[in-house]
């Protein structure tokens, strides 16, 4: 085991610097340079002078060719020090610091929906399998999961915060709290915050429902025609029993190596949804910094993604191997 | 076929057959696959369903095309520049040759330009604004600017279904060939090609998506098209490797190698048809995905430029007008993203049970 987890360590290492050094090259070759990107530098009254640019390029390495920037910026990083931002001019943990807390309440809010509806839809269609109720659960189902979210996002902000304006039903467009947040009294914030969530929420939450729906069935179908399923039929078990018991508690072993897998999208948030809803998430961050070229923090957001992605695909490989005693490292 | 003698086992049929002939039997499959054909049609007779360009007409004694105008602006018969139509024929074919005649499309409307009062005797120009929605002139209703969605939609049928097959096909083809190189190879290449693919895996799609098209300068359509494909491919690439590291251990291909076939026949004849059926799985869902992105893309303001329809720009036409209420420039180009979307997704998951040896027919 201790030998298998430091070969996937030290590959996994390798695999980052390659990331960061793809992304590096990619991002300095972009046209236009963080120091001509920020809009404010376009005013006249504003803008830098030649030894001011100098200086800021020195600063941040852009005078010296990208590789040995990289270099340099590879040995910050190993001493756990992202640079500041360019764009807002404040270290870029601490930015980083402000946008995880409201992706994460999209986003773990959204993951405890998902699993607290997907287990008893997918129990309930199988126990109902091939009934007529359940071949329109699953027509349905199988339609939300090929809507798009973002289309269901622009729907959704049509009919609540549109339509339905000036009604009870009527939700805010955009954003995570009102403009007058600061007056209201704590219970009436929470009620706000909570009201900005629902629409976002809903657009996180019905494809990966839908998804892992599919996946309890598909895995409890494969699991329901097992001996040992007859078995405890047989000995006279209950339904219940024999299905939550039995039958589901094996098939936790895909589950679980799902989980790994969706450990970086919990934090990564979602660039296109974030948008729409302006919603101020670490997506949002991440399509900011690649407009107005902020390379420290595009470096830095890849390299928690990749660190997460691959942490993820461990965490996986290794449940895998811990709830499932027959598969060994090799 | 045809000398079956009752001594000899009748031929089985073959796997591509019997696959089709599982996948025909998957109703909502075929209806989707329907769904794009009918797609296919719109995208290649999109100026002979909407457009004001004649799809044939005399005009001083010989006859011409100027819809093909739509595929390419060259192709537009010199003659009416020349003569002054100004991209309005119906009025002017009648003024400069009152002996000439025309076919029209279905709808007479345009992608490129509003149509505007007068163009016919007494025709109506486009409504816009808040008077722009569906009506009997306008069947999905207009843009802010008076263009008619109609025909942006029909006329960006053709980059829709362009943008999933090129960049598809890219990836495709970039997928199959690593992957099989890798996993034919082995050893120290697929070592090295695996890292290549666990690199691009790990990088968030839309981030190199994004990154890439920022270093173009002045992406085109065709532009997206490559790069959603040089991004795409790390799935396929996956899957033909393992499927190319199962295979090469197999008889029929000592059978080949012992028969002295070189690599490539190896690889190319022998190993790749017997490897293309799982792979054409992840193909067919690429394509949704492919389309996904296009118009994830045109909300984000990366989408195609301005003045070529498609569904994506419609879309985020829609969302900037979003609180007007004007509904008509969110539903039409929503329903039929997610139209073609399902149908790519019911077409992936048909081939993946009618191409799934475990569920084969038994007897054959």
């Given at each position: 085991?201790?030998?298998?987890?430091?070969?996937?360590?030290?590959?996994?290492?390798?695999?980052?610097?390659?990331?960061?050094?793809?992304?590096?090259?990619?991002?300095?070759?972009?046209?236009?340079?963080?120091?001509?990107?920020?809009?404010?530098?376009?005013?006249?009254?504003?803008?830098?002078?030649?030894?001011?640019?100098?200086?800021?390029?020195?600063?941040?390495g852009?005078?010296?060719?990208?590789?040995?920037?990289?270099?340099?910026?590879?040995?910050?990083?190993?001493?756990?020090?992202?640079?500041?931002?360019?764009?807002?001019?404040?270290?870029?943990?601490e930015?980083?610091?402000?946008?995880?807390?409201?992706?994460?309440?999209?986003?773990?809010t959204?993951?405890?929906?998902?699993?607290?509806?997907?287990?008893?839809?997918?129990?309930?269609?199988?126990?109902?399998?091939?009934?007529?109720?359940?071949?329109?659960?699953?027509?349905?189902?199988?339609?939300?999961?090929?809507?798009?979210?973002?289309?269901?996002?622009?729907?959704?902000?049509?009919?609540?915060?549109?339509?339905?304006?000036?009604?009870?039903?009527?939700?805010?467009?955009?954003?995570?709290?009102?403009?007058?947040?600061?007056?209201?009294?704590?219970?009436?914030?929470?009620?706000d915050?909570m009201?900005?969530?629902?629409?976002?929420?809903?657009?996180?939450?019905?494809g990966?429902?839908?998804?892992?729906?599919?996946?309890?069935?598909?895995n409890?179908?494969?699991?329901?025609?097992?001996?040992?399923?007859?078995?405890?039929?047989?000995?006279?078990?209950?339904?219940?029993?024999?299905?939550?018991?039995?039958?589901?508690?094996?098939?936790?072993?895909?589950?679980?190596?799902?989980?790994?897998?969706?450990?970086?999208?919990?934090l990564?948030?979602?660039?296109?949804?974030?948008?729409?809803?302006?919603?101020?998430?670490?997506?949002?961050?991440?399509?900011?910094?690649?407009?107005?070229?902020?390379?420290?923090?595009?470096?830095?957001l890849?390299?928690?993604?990749?660190i997460?992605?691959?942490?993820?695909?461990?965490?996986?490989?290794?449940?895998?191997?811990?709830?499932?005693?027959?598969?060994?490292?090799? | 076929?045809?000398?079956?003698?009752?001594?000899?086992?009748?031929?089985?049929?073959?796997?591509?057959?019997?696959?089709?002939?599982?996948?025909?039997?998957?109703?909502?499959?075929?209806?989707?696959?329907?769904?794009?054909?009918?797609?296919?049609?719109?995208?290649?007779?999109?100026?002979?369903?909407?457009?004001?360009?004649?799809?044939?007409?005399?005009?001083?004694?010989?006859?011409?095309?100027?819809?093909?105008?739509?595929?390419?602006?060259?192709?537009?018969?010199?003659?009416?520049?020349?003569?002054?139509?100004?991209?309005?024929?119906?009025?002017?074919?009648?003024?400069?040759?009152?002996?000439?005649?025309?076919?029209?499309?279905?709808?007479?409307?345009?992608?490129?330009?509003?149509?505007?009062?007068?163009?016919?005797?007494?025709?109506?120009?486009?409504?816009?604004?808040?008077?722009?929605?569906?009506?009997?002139?306008?069947?999905?209703?207009?843009?802010?600017?008076?263009?008619?969605?109609f025909?942006?939609?029909?006329?960006?049928?053709?980059?829709?279904?362009?943008?999933?097959?090129?960049?598809?096909?890219?990836?495709?083809?970039?997928?199959?060939?690593?992957?099989?190189?890798?996993?034919?190879?082995?050893?120290k290449?697929?070592?090295?090609?695996?890292?290549?693919?666990?690199?691009?895996?790990?990088?968030?799609?839309?981030?190199?998506?994004?990154?890439?098209?920022?270093?173009?300068?002045?992406?085109?359509i065709?532009?997206?098209?490559?790069?959603?494909?040089?991004?795409?491919?790390?799935?396929?690439?996956?899957?033909?490797?393992?499927?190319?590291?199962?295979?090469?251990?197999?008889?029929?291909?000592?059978?080949?190698?012992?028969?002295?076939?070189?690599?490539?026949?190896?690889?190319?004849?022998?190993?790749?048809?017997?490897?293309?059926?799982?792979?054409?799985?992840?193909?067919?869902?690429?394509?949704?995905?492919?389309?996904?992105?296009?118009?994830?893309?045109?909300?984000l303001?990366?989408?195609?430029?301005?003045?070529?329809?498609?569904w994506?720009?419609?879309?985020?036409?829609?969302?900037?007008?979003?609180?007007?209420?004007?509904?008509?420039?969110?539903?039409?180009?929503?329903?039929?993203?997610?139209?073609?979307?399902?149908?790519?997704?019911?077409?992936?998951?048909?081939?993946?049970?009618?191409?799934?040896?475990?569920?084969?027919?038994?007897?054959?």
């Amino acid at each position: 085991m201790l030998p298998y987890l430091i070969r996937r360590l030290l590959i996994g290492l390798l695999t980052l610097i390659l990331i960061t050094f793809v992304i590096y090259a990619l991002i300095r070759h972009m046209p236009g340079s963080p120091l001509d990107a920020d809009p404010a530098m376009m005013d006249p009254s504003k803008m830098p002078s030649k030894a001011d640019v100098d200086r800021m390029s020195a600063v941040y390495g852009l005078d010296k060719p990208w590789h040995e920037a990289y270099y340099h910026w590879l040995k910050n990083t190993v001493a756990l020090d992202f640079g500041n931002s360019f764009s807002q001019k404040k270290p870029v943990s601490e930015l980083i610091a402000q946008r995880i807390g409201p992706t994460l309440k999209l986003s773990l809010t959204s993951l405890l929906l998902t699993y607290l509806l997907a287990i008893p839809l997918g129990l309930v269609s199988t126990v109902r399998s091939g009934k007529a109720d359940e071949r329109v659960m699953s027509f349905f189902l199988y339609m939300l999961y090929s809507f798009p979210s973002f289309v269901a996002a622009l729907f959704l902000q049509l009919l609540f915060a549109v339509k339905f304006s000036g009604t009870w039903l009527e939700l805010p467009l955009l954003g995570d709290r009102s403009s007058n947040f600061d007056d209201m009294g704590s219970l009436e914030q929470v009620w706000d915050q909570m009201r900005h969530m629902i629409l976002p929420v809903t657009c996180f939450t019905y494809g990966s429902l839908a998804y892992y729906c599919r996946f309890v069935r598909a895995n409890m179908e494969e699991v329901i025609r097992q001996d040992y399923i007859r078995t405890a039929r047989a000995k006279g078990l209950g339904p219940a029993r024999i299905l939550i018991h039995h039958a589901f508690r094996n098939t936790l072993i895909p589950f679980v190596t799902l989980m790994g897998l969706t450990l970086p999208g919990l934090l990564s948030g979602a660039i296109i949804l974030e948008q729409i809803f302006n919603w101020p998430g670490m997506g949002q961050l991440f399509f900011f910094s690649i407009v107005s070229r902020d390379y420290p923090t595009i470096m830095a957001l890849t390299l928690m993604f990749s660190i997460l992605t691959l942490l993820g695909q461990l965490f996986a490989d290794i449940m895998y191997a811990f709830v499932d005693p027959r598969i060994k490292f090799s | 076929m045809g000398d079956d003698r009752p001594d000899k086992p009748a031929p089985s049929i073959g796997f591509w057959r019997q696959a089709w002939r599982r996948f025909r039997r998957r109703r909502l499959s075929m209806l989707a696959t329907y769904f794009i054909v009918f797609l296919s049609l719109v995208a290649i007779f999109s100026p002979m369903i909407a457009g004001t360009k004649p799809i044939v007409c005399k005009y001083k004694g010989s006859l011409y095309f100027p819809c093909m105008g739509y595929f390419n602006r060259s192709w537009e018969n010199p003659i009416f520049q020349k003569d002054r139509f100004r991209r309005i024929y119906p009025r002017n074919l009648k003024k400069k040759d009152p002996d000439s005649w025309a076919i029209w499309p279905l709808v007479y409307q345009d992608p490129y330009r509003p149509v505007r009062d007068n163009e016919w005797e007494g025709g109506k120009g486009n409504p816009y604004g808040a008077e722009g929605g569906p009506s009997r002139q306008n069947l999905f209703g207009t843009f802010k600017t008076g263009f008619d969605i109609f025909a942006s939609m029909i006329h960006g049928t053709r980059i829709a279904l362009l943008v999933g097959f090129v960049s598809t096909g890219i990836a495709g083809l970039i997928g199959i060939t690593v992957g099989a190189i890798a996993g034919y190879m082995g050893g120290k290449t697929d070592i090295v090609l695996s890292r290549i693919i666990e690199v691009v895996m790990c990088i968030p799609s839309l981030v190199l998506i994004l990154a890439l098209l920022a270093v173009i300068e002045r992406p085109s359509i065709w532009h997206m098209m490559a790069v959603l494909g040089l991004t795409g491919w790390t799935g396929i690439a996956r899957l033909t490797r393992g499927e190319f590291l199962r295979l090469r251990e197999s008889e029929f291909v000592a059978a080949a190698r012992s028969l002295g076939a070189g690599r490539a026949r190896i690889i190319f004849r022998h190993i790749l048809p017997n490897a293309l059926a799982p792979v054409m799985v992840p193909i067919a869902f690429g394509i949704a995905a492919a389309i996904l992105i296009e118009a994830g893309l045109s909300l984000l303001g990366f989408g195609a430029p301005p003045p070529n329809p498609s569904w994506g720009t419609v879309l985020n036409s829609g969302k900037e007008t979003l609180q007007s209420g004007y509904w008509w420039q969110l539903v039409f180009p929503g329903i039929a993203i997610f139209l073609t979307v399902l149908a790519y997704n019911l077409i992936g998951e048909g081939i993946q049970e009618a191409t799934d040896p475990r569920l084969a027919d038994p007897g054959h």
